[in-house]
Structures are given as C-alpha cells and as structure tokens.
C-alpha cells in the first residue's frame, strides 16, 4: 500500500486528488482507489495555497512516511506484559531446560548467524508456550507469550525467522540436547522402541515436503511422515521428518544408524518396532549392524505351517493375575527362519535367521477382535443385500467374493454376485486373540519378550501427546524449514516431559495429570507485589507441592515465591 498525488486535465482545470495503491485479491493485482478529493489548483489556490501541486506532495510524503514507520512499528513490536494472569505450569520444564545447560551451544551455534535476538530465549519460550497453551504462532505472538511471567524479546518477525532457523538445524538442537541429557540422565539404549506417524496440512497442493500417502487420520490431504526413537526407558531420543509419499520402513534404518553415528553409541541395540516396519531389508540391516530386532508379525499373513503351530494347544502355559485371573496364554519356539531379500546386484536371495517366536493369546483381545469381526460380517450382510456397490464394503470386503455372472449362471462383466466367504470368516474367528513376536535374542525369556514388545504404547502415548495435548496438527506454516522447527518444539516439549515423569517424578503420574498441571496452574497479580493462585486443588498438585516444597497449593502467592518457583531445581 502507498499514496501519490493524481492530476486530472479536465475542462475546468486541473483537479487533484490523493490516490491509494492497494492488493487487490481478486484481481490478483495492484489497483487503485481516491484515498482524498483536494480540488482544482485555481481554487486552492484562491484559498492561500500558493504552489498546490508542491504542498500536496508534500502531503503524501508525509502518509507514505506515516505508513512506513506503521508498517515498522507492527515488526518490532515487543509482547506487553498488560494483562494481570500469568501462565505459571511451564515452570518444570524451565528447570528441567536450565538445568541440561544446553544454553552455552546454542548460543554458540547462533554466533554463524546475525540474528539481533537470543536463539535459545525463543526456543525456550516456545517450548513453555506450546506446554501451556498451544496454538497458532501468531495467536502464540498476541495472547500466550504475554501471559508467560517472564517476558519474551523477539517480534512477530524474529518468531518465523527464528522458527525457520531451528527448523533448518534441528538434528544439531536434538543432538545438543541428547549430549546434555546423557550426561545428567544416561540414556539406555540396550534397546530401543520406534514408530512412525504423519501429520496432515490443509493445502490443495502438494509440494517436496508435503505429499499425499497413507494417512493416520485416513485424509486426503498432503502429510508429512514423523519417525520417532525412544530409549530403553522410553525417553526420546530421536526424530526424522520425511515427506508424506515416502515409506516408512527405510526411516527406522536411517534414524538409528544417524543417532548411532551423532551420539557415538556403540554396542548392541535391539530395535522394537511394530509389524508395519517389519520387513527382510530392517531385520537384516539389525543384524549387519550388530543389533537384534523385536517385531510383531500378522498371524493372518504367516505361512500356513506357522499358523497352525500358533493354534496349538500345547505348550501355552498360563499367566494370571493375583486373582487367578486368566491374562494371557503364551508360548516360544527356537527354529530357522527364512527371509527372502534382493542384493545390491538386483537378485532374489533367501537368508535363513536363527529367532525366537513367542505366541501369545489374550482372552481380552479375543472379545474385541470377535465383536469387530461380527461387526464387519452384519455390514457386508446389509450391503450384499441392498446390492451395494463392492466400493462401499470396505474393510467388510475381506469376509465376501465377488463373482461376475450373467443370468444363465456363467461368467460376465455385467453383473456381479456377492458371496458371504465362510471360509474366510471361520479362519479370522479362528485367529482371533493371537499376536506373534519375532526377536534375534534368543536367550530372552517369553514374558521378557512380551513386555519389553508391550511398552511401545509409550511411543504412541508421545505421538497422541503431540496430536492431542500439544496440538502439533493441522499445521498451517509453509516453508519446510519453519514447518520442521514446529516439530522440533513439540517435539522437545514431549521430551522434556517425559524426562520431568519418569527420572523427576520416578513415573508415579500419567502423562495426563502433568500436561493438565502445566495448563491450569496460574495466577493473578492482584498488586505489584501480590498474586492470587486461579488453580483449581487436585492430588497431583498436593503431591508436587510437598515434593518440591513449593507453595503451589497456597492462594495468595508473592513475587519472591514465583521467582523461586522458576529458579527451582530438581
């Protein structure tokens, strides 16, 4: 937007006027509107105005300058500390942040750039705003920044900037922190737990980093892919974005070979995954790479021979609760296995593996899986009735054949006829219940195997964490860059918390309770010396309190018991 001084030669003389520039959007162009109507020269010229062209490009000069210094104002903009309610439940994890001292290699890494703010400050703070109040960067500018109690020293403009930059580095700030952590709380990583997720972008268009593939959420718009590494006691200890259409099988290799390799880890990790990175090229890099592996496997897909040992009978021996309870029903086996891989030449090869498989039938997920699949049997029933398109079964379509027949019985295009498949009914009824584990280590016991493959609900707790409580989707930035420094602040937001439950607090409280702490605790400033606590009593809070000694139960709180609450160290 910009002014400049019109003049019209009309019959009466020459009029001026004050015209503005603007966008016009649906033009998609610069157009042009009367901003003030002046008169004709003669006339102010009559009314004292001895060179009207001269005084009114002055004038202009002036409204250009006035919107200059506007526009300049609006980019460095400080957040205002006006409002009286402070965010006061990010104060955890600013202990837990200081206390890593992660602060003196950040600022060094800042030194290649001429950044006229602190990199790590603005890390920080976002990292404590996304705890407490997660939103849009801009809403994160306007409403959240200010509310925390100390204040933030960057403009609106400094945020993207430095988003981008951490964005651009963001494997450095993980491995900043992972070298910090590791000296304060070594890392476990006899084995290790990884999974992959994406996340969706409201776009129509796709580009190198945001793709269209499969979909958590089953959408269809463009998505990034998220691996995510977890160590022996679930801490996290790595992340690798990757556009959308990519598969995520080759991310677990990419990732534990990148941290391996940045951390100096050595030694053998066994790498726990689920049955969507289960594939011949992951185990046999483990094995080439000195680790061991621990997959689940589909019992539906294994060879029949395999499947009929899963169902068995014999050699399940019992696990029950101190009730007597039946929990699960288990069983091993030691045995060569073959795995089918193609070699750098491009030809087909068959490698056999010594593996422990541990079956396991849980009477709990026998029920959920047998009310599903009469589920999915009453909906193809409806729709083999109705004469529904084979579009519209969906997961249904497993348990139906569709045969093509004319009306004389024999094969045709123009018709199909729809066949409830018993076969296929009987054998999904029949598995029902049973999960197969496969590992290279076969000296670890059944139960071992069991609930070292059961603690990947952690990983996908992190991932809900991210998506739910953090709110790291839809994501509206644009640039790869930026879009990768909000990841690496939700994602140092889940590892700082995973670090305040399990080494601060020994895991004795969910998730839940914590990220709901870090949102509700807050005050008022009631004086310029006194505040009064908003936060509504619970047990976690009670609990915290005389843990750290702190007075977060008391109602009237002074500036000095603040102070000490963001200066406690744990």
């Given at each position: ?49 001895e060179d009207p062209v001269a005084f009114f490009k002055d004038e202009v000069a002036r409204l250009n300058q006035q919107l200059a ?419 690496l602040i939700c994602y140092l937001a889940v590892l700082l918390t995973r670090l305040l439950q399990f080494k601060v607090l020994g ?64």
């Amino acid at each position: 937007m910009a002014y400049f001084l019109k003049k019209s030669n009309l019959n009466k003389g020459t009029y001026l006027q004050i015209y503005e520039s603007f966008y016009d959007p649906r033009k998609k162009n610069t157009a042009h509107r009367s901003y003030k109507a002046l008169g004709y020269v003669h006339e102010l010229q009559e009314k004292g105005i001895e060179d009207p062209v001269a005084f009114f490009k002055d004038e202009v000069a002036r409204l250009n300058q006035q919107l200059a210094e506007q526009r300049q104002s609006e980019k460095d903009l400080q957040i205002s500390e006006e409002t009286p309610e402070k965010l006061l439940g990010y104060f955890p994890l600013k202990n837990l942040n200081e206390s890593l001292d992660v602060k003196k290699y950040i600022d060094l890494m800042q030194t290649a750039t001429d950044f006229k703010f602190n990199v790590f400050s603005l890390l920080s703070s976002l990292i404590y705003s996304r705890a407490v109040c997660p939103c849009s960067k801009a809403k994160t500018f306007d409403e959240v920044l200010p509310k925390l109690y100390e204040p933030a020293r960057f403009s609106l403009n400094q945020l993207y900037a430095g988003l981008e930059y951490l964005g651009s580095e963001y494997e450095k700030i993980i491995e900043i922190y992972n070298h910090q952590i590791n000296r304060k709380y070594p890392f476990d990583t006899s084995h290790t737990y990884f999974d992959c997720t994406n996340f969706y972008f409201e776009i129509d268009r796709e580009d190198d980093f945001r793709r269209k593939g499969p979909s958590k959420e089953n959408r269809k718009d463009p998505i990034v892919g998220m691996g995510l590494l977890l160590d022996a006691h679930q801490i996290p200890i790595g992340m690798k974005l990757y556009p959308g259409s990519e598969s995520e099988k080759p991310v677990i290799r990419k990732v534990i070979d990148d941290l391996k390799s940045r951390n100096n880890i050595s030694g053998k990790t066994i790498q726990v995954a689920d049955k969507g990175l289960n594939c011949s090229e992951n185990i046999l890099h483990a094995v080439k790479s000195g680790d061991g592996y621990l997959f689940s496997k589909s019992v539906k897909q294994l060879p029949e021979t395999e499947q009929v040992w899963v169902l068995l009978e014999n050699d399940y021996r019992d696990v029950k609760n101190e009730k007597g309870d039946l929990l699960y029903r288990i069983k091993e086996c030691v045995d060569d296995f073959p795995y089918k891989y193609t070699d750098e030449q491009g030809r087909k090869k068959i490698i056999r593996l010594q593996e422990k498989r541990v079956a396991v039938y849980n009477p709990q997920l026998a029920k959920k899986q047998k009310n599903e699949i009469c589920r999915q049997i009453e909906k193809a029933k409806i729709l083999r009735a109705s004469q529904a398109k084979k579009s519209e079964y969906g997961d249904s379509a497993k348990f139906v054949t569709f045969q093509a027949v004319d009306k004389e019985g024999k094969k045709s295009k123009d018709k199909v006829k729809v066949l409830m498949n018993e076969k296929a009914i009987e054998k999904a009824q029949a598995l029902a219940g049973y999960n197969l584990f496969v590992t290279s280590e076969i000296y670890m016991s059944d139960s071992e195997v069991y609930h070292t493959y059961h603690n990947l609900w952690r990983i996908e707790e992190s991932f809900r964490i991210m998506k739910s409580q953090l709110d790291a989707r839809p994501v509206y930035l644009q640039k790869e860059d930026t879009i990768t420094g909000h990841f690496l602040i939700c994602y140092l937001a889940v590892l700082l918390t995973r670090l305040l439950q399990f080494k601060v607090l020994g895991d004795q409280y969910c998730s839940e309770d914590i990220l709901n702490f870090f949102k509700q605790f807050r005050a008022a400033r009631v004086s310029e010396r006194k505040y009064i606590n908003l936060t509504r009593n619970s047990t976690f809070i009670r609990e915290f309190a005389q843990k750290t000694e702190l007075p977060l139960t008391s109602y009237f709180l002074t500036e000095s018991q603040i102070k000490k609450m963001l200066s406690h160290r744990f």
